[in-house]
């Protein structure tokens, strides 16, 4: 068979999924009606026909101009193209600045180089790349690191043996790993604190503490905590302690902890400011030169450092980042409405919707925008979410976020395994929690999609059990 008879085969087939998941849907809302004009006609009034989200709207365009107000930073998508990747300075005059992929650069003479002399301690592509995300976060100084984790760590070097960290208690599996298993055997002693309580983490300060931690919106369970409020109660307890966000889900578009306070802006780039799920990268912005310099002799020194390809990859993906945003936001609300009145589902955890406990405290934070990714609770135990995950289509059952493809996890087992199972029931990650990353396909298939999964998985359980009941009757 040749290639292109596969390759159109290929897309016959999702052309053919497509189509019956569409006809799936239509079927089903055709049921809905249906009963529900039979019950309206005997009750004492009426019941509205089901909203299907975004289905009225003739664009996606359309649909977030009127679900959203949210204000973009100023001149943010010019700065993301133009920052950082100016036109090659060597003569060429070539648009995009060449990739340098040499590790190591010729000396004038013994000490003389020019600017570079070897490629951990810098790289052009690399230093490009930062200066980019310097000016995405409003900051001064921005450092790449390897991974997210390996940003983390690095940061995490700046303390010695004995000093004190707060941080979130809910928080990315990876990031609680690190803290509970590798820096408490460092001689550090860690606190996790839920930090959506400002009264909380005052308390928590001491003469010790040197570094408190915070994740906004929270990984997997999207609680949101006030940055302003925390950095500022922090400072004036003592001045010197430093105040790290990690602002991966919702990405320099959205949110800029810089602006509100924090003293270290951390992202792991593989997720939404790369965006195309092919790079693990981690960075952290800062103001503060001293603080800089510190940081810039460990990223040397510990060498946990990416690549000048993967540097330029994602310099690549934050020129499109503001478009990609509004679609992940747009999308991911329609989705997570979507769900809030499907009758398979529990509960939404999605910031954007009013009935999040602190809706009010995220718009004012995140300028009225959210990305694609939060959580939710399907109706039932174990078995329905492992049926639901099993039985999608579109999503794809996977690890991380923000890419333009849509994914789906089950945090208990999957990201936040490693978290002692008393505290994933304490933190609400329980075995019916299931995490979503909207990505960028048309948003009616995907609702589609997820709306046969839970049928398949809570409707079929019923009959099931109804039929295996029956049977046992007899």
Same mark, same amino acid.
């Not at 991974?147 to 010695?160: D, R, V």
């Given at each position: 068979?040749?290639?292109?008879?596969?390759?159109? &085969?290929?897309?016959?087939?999702?052309?053919?999924?497509?189509?019956?998941?569409?006809?799936?849907?239509?079927?089903? =809302?055709?049921?809905?009606?249906?009963?529900?004009? $039979?019950?309206?006609?005997?009750?004492?009034?009426?019941?509205?026909?089901?909203?299907?989200?975004?289905?009225?709207?003739?664009?996606?365009?359309?649909?977030?101009?009127?679900?959203?107000?949210?204000?973009?930073?100023? $001149?943010?998508? *010019?700065?993301?193209?133009?920052?950082?990747?100016?036109?090659?300075?060597?003569?060429?005059?070539?648009?995009?600045?060449? !990739?340098?992929?040499?590790?190591?650069?010729?000396?004038?003479?013994?000490? &003389?180089?020019?600017?570079?002399?070897?490629?951990?301690?810098?790289?052009? =592509?690399?230093?490009?790349?930062?200066?980019?995300?310097?000016?995405?976060?409003?900051?001064?100084?921005?450092?790449?690191?390897?991974?997210?984790?390996?940003?983390?760590?690095?940061?995490?070097?700046?303390?010695?043996?004995?000093?004190? !960290?707060?941080?979130?208690?809910?928080?990315?599996?990876?990031?609680?790993?690190?803290?509970?298993?590798?820096?408490?055997?460092?001689?550090?002693?860690?606190?996790?604190?839920?930090?959506?309580?400002?009264?909380?983490?005052?308390?928590?300060?001491?003469?010790?503490?040197?570094?408190?931690?915070?994740?906004?919106?929270?990984?997997?369970?999207?609680?949101?905590?006030?940055?302003? =409020?925390?950095?500022?109660?922090?400072?004036?307890? $003592?001045?010197?302690?430093?105040?790290?966000?990690?602002?991966?889900?919702?990405?320099?578009?959205? &949110?800029?902890?810089?602006?509100?306070?924090?003293?270290? *802006?951390?992202?792991?780039?593989?997720?939404?400011?790369?965006?195309?799920?092919?790079?693990?990268?981690?960075?952290?912005?800062?103001?503060?030169?001293?603080?800089?310099?510190?940081?810039?002799?460990?990223?040397?020194?510990?060498?946990?450092?990416?690549?000048?390809?993967?540097?330029?990859?994602?310099?690549?993906?934050?020129?499109?980042?503001?478009?990609?945003?509004?679609?992940?936001?747009?999308?991911?609300?329609?989705?997570?409405?979507?769900?809030?009145?499907?009758?398979?589902?529990?509960?939404?955890?999605?910031?954007?919707?009013?009935?999040?406990? &602190?809706?009010?405290?995220?718009?004012?934070?995140?300028?009225?925008?959210?990305?694609?990714?939060?959580?939710?609770?399907?109706?039932?135990?174990?078995?329905?979410?492992?049926?639901?995950?099993?039985?999608?289509?579109?999503?794809?059952?996977?690890?991380?976020?923000?890419?333009?493809?849509?994914?789906?996890?089950?945090?208990?087992?999957? *990201?936040?395994?490693?978290?002692?199972?008393?505290?994933?029931?304490?933190?609400?990650?329980?075995?019916?929690? !299931?995490?979503?990353?909207?990505?960028?396909? =048309?948003?009616?298939?995907?609702?589609?999609?997820?709306?046969?999964?839970?049928?398949?998985?809570?409707?079929?359980?019923?009959?099931?059990?109804?039929?295996?009941?029956?049977?046992?009757?007899?």
């Amino acid at each position: 068979m040749s290639c292109s008879s596969s390759a159109s &085969q290929r897309l016959i087939s999702v052309s053919e999924r497509l189509a019956g998941l569409r006809a799936a849907r239509r079927l089903s =809302t055709e049921k809905i009606i249906t009963k529900q004009k $039979n019950l309206s006609a005997t009750a004492s009034s009426p019941i509205k026909s089901p909203h299907i989200p975004r289905h009225s709207f003739s664009s996606p365009v359309a649909f977030y101009i009127a679900a959203m107000d949210y204000q973009p930073f100023p $001149n943010f998508a *010019t700065t993301a193209i133009h920052v950082g990747s100016e036109p090659d300075p060597n003569g060429s005059g070539a648009v995009v600045p060449p !990739i340098s992929l040499s590790t190591t650069f010729k000396q004038a003479a013994p000490g &003389q180089f020019n600017g570079f002399d070897y490629s951990r301690s810098g790289n052009p =592509t690399r230093n490009g790349l930062e200066e980019t995300l310097a000016a995405l976060e409003n900051g001064k100084y921005g450092l790449c690191f390897s991974s997210g984790l390996g940003a983390m760590t690095t940061i995490i070097h700046l303390l010695t043996a004995g000093d004190e !960290i707060i941080s979130m208690n809910d928080m990315y599996g990876g990031s609680n790993r690190y803290f509970r298993h590798v820096a408490s055997k460092d001689g550090l002693k860690v606190k996790l604190v839920d930090c959506t309580d400002p009264v909380k983490v005052k308390a928590a300060l001491t003469e010790r503490t040197r570094l408190v931690w915070l994740e906004t919106p929270t990984n997997p369970t999207m609680r949101v905590v006030d940055i302003q =409020t925390v950095s500022d109660l922090v400072h004036a307890y $003592n001045k010197d302690i430093i105040v790290v966000v990690d602002n991966t889900f919702m990405s320099s578009y959205f &949110q800029r902890p810089l602006d509100l306070g924090a003293d270290i *802006t951390h992202h792991s780039l593989t997720k939404y400011m790369n965006g195309h799920s092919d790079v693990v990268m981690g960075c952290a912005v800062l103001h503060d030169e001293a603080l800089y310099k510190r940081l810039k002799f460990l990223q040397n020194s510990i060498g946990a450092v990416p690549s000048a390809f993967d540097c330029f990859l994602v310099s690549r993906g934050l020129k499109t980042l503001h478009i990609r945003m509004r679609e992940h936001m747009s999308s991911g609300l329609a989705v997570a409405r979507f769900l809030e009145q499907h009758p398979c589902v529990e509960k939404v955890l999605h910031p954007g919707l009013k009935s999040h406990p &602190q809706y009010e405290l995220m718009k004012k934070q995140c300028r009225g925008g959210y990305s694609g990714v939060f959580s939710f609770y399907i109706k039932g135990e174990l078995q329905e979410a492992r049926e639901f995950l099993k039985n999608l289509k579109i999503f794809t059952l996977a690890e991380s976020l923000g890419g333009y493809e849509s994914l789906a996890e089950h945090p208990g087992i999957m *990201t936040h395994a490693s978290v002692p199972e008393n505290e994933r029931a304490t933190l609400g990650i329980s075995d019916t929690l !299931i995490r979503l990353s909207v990505g960028l396909e =048309t948003v009616e298939d995907l609702i589609a999609d997820i709306d046969q999964a839970l049928r398949t998985a809570v409707f079929q359980k019923s009959d099931d059990d109804h039929h295996g009941s029956a049977k046992a009757a007899l």
